[in-house]
């Protein structure tokens, strides 16, 4: 998947993640990690919807990385979403060994 315009937080946040050593610049915390790259409308998300993205994306990965720019300032998560992710936390990922969620969040001013 090729970056689009308006790509300004999730794909550089990529690149810290699984940049390759090259000898001219820096690496990333997990050079040589596989990366599946999921493009989805957060606006138009409901609970299951994401509920069915992470259980699918478990099945893939042992770590998802929630970079989704900028969101809502106060957005308390619903019991449903937060078992499934505790669910997955503990025994999803590829291995079964745990499904590691990483939220980042960008602040301004």
């Known amino acids: 998947m ?14 810290v993640a699984v940049a390759e050593g090259n000898g001219t610049g820096v690496v990333g915390v997990a050079p040589g990690c596989s ?6 409308p957060l606006q138009t998300m409901t609970d299951a919807h994401l509920i069915g993205m992470f259980e699918r994306i478990s099945t893939l990965a042992d770590v998802v990385s ?5 969101g809502p300032a106060n957005a308390p998560m619903s019991s449903p979403l937060a078992a499934a992710m505790t669910r997955l936390a503990a025994s999803g990922g590829r291995r079964g060994k745990g499904l590691i969620f990483w939220f980042i969040r960008l602040w301004s001013g």
């Open 66 to 70: 929630c970079s989704w720019g900028f």
């Open 35 to 40: 990366l599946v790259a999921v493009r989805f």
């Open 2 to 15: 090729s970056p689009r315009p308006g790509d300004y937080h999730g794909t550089p946040c990529l690149g």
